[in-house]
């Protein structure tokens, strides 16, 4: 069974950082190319960053390049994303997907991350 | 890059049917989109993915009463016998080139 878990969200400063974890299990890690994707509270989806199957591609959203980075360990079968200089409109759930044929297929359950002063 | 345009909320009784549509931008027509759907409290869930020839590739577990189906800009899930827990929001997907884009969902109300 194909398994995604997130970590590491929780209440940060506005200026501060905080690095997301999404720990794989069930599928070939090192085979797809992984996703993350945010809601806000009440809101639609809104894709942030991808990575390919072997790290050496990334991929930002214009609302979050040069301030988030994305990274994965393959070894660890462990996805992450490193985010920098935080603002409010940062808060949101943020979740991870496997990308099979282009398409988020498998999510994972999400990570709030929610700044404020 | 595609713009996706989903109506903001549907409703239909139980036991019905009810058609939802994700629409392309000019010029994106052809593109291919994949629809989840999104219960209350939960994380995304894979559906299908719907290509503009109406042809759709279902995830496991996903019940027969889910379909898809496409005409020209507009790309349909239509859930037939509505259950309960059809209730949820539901989302359209696209990508292009390095980028990923979301409609901004419709959220279905069992009546």
């Known amino acids: 069974e194909v398994q995604l878990v997130e970590s590491g969200g929780g209440l940060v400063q506005p200026g501060g950082s905080l690095r997301l974890s999404c720990a794989a299990s069930?599928?070939?890690?090192?085979?797809?190319?992984m996703t993350w994707v945010r809601q806000a509270p009440g809101k639609g989806l809104e894709w942030v960053s991808a990575?390919?199957?072997?790290?050496?591609?990334?991929y930002y959203a214009d609302s979050v390049k040069g301030r988030f980075t994305v990274s994965r360990d393959n070894s660890k079968n462990t996805l992450y994303l490193q985010m920098n200089s935080l603002r409010a409109e940062d808060t949101a759930v943020y979740y991870c997907?496997?990308?099979?044929?282009?398409?988020?297929?498998?999510w994972g359950q999400g990570t709030l991350v929610t700044v404020s002063s | 890059q595609p713009v996706l345009t989903q109506s903001s909320s549907a409703s239909a009784s139980l036991g019905s049917s009810v058609k939802l549509t994700c629409t392309l931008s000019?010029?994106?027509?052809?593109?291919?989109i994949a629809w989840h759907q999104q219960q209350p409290g939960k994380a995304p869930r894979y559906l299908m993915k719907?290509?503009?020839?109406?042809?759709?590739n279902k995830g496991s577990g996903v019940p027969d009463r889910f379909s898809g189906s496409s005409s020209g800009a507009d790309r349909y899930l239509t859930i037939s016998n509505l259950q309960s827990e059809d209730e949820a929001d539901y989302h359209c997907?696209?990508?292009?080139?390095?980028?990923?884009?979301f409609g901004g969902g419709t959220k279905l109300t069992v009546l």
């Open positions: 997907a496997n990308l099979y044929s282009s398409s988020c297929h498998h």
């Open positions: 069930g599928f070939t890690f090192s085979d797809y190319a």
């Open positions: 990575i390919s199957h072997s790290g050496d591609n990334t």
């Open positions: 000019s010029g994106h027509s052809s593109y291919i």
């Open positions: 719907l290509e503009d020839s109406g042809n759709y």
């Open positions: 997907e696209t990508w292009d080139r390095n980028t990923r884009v």
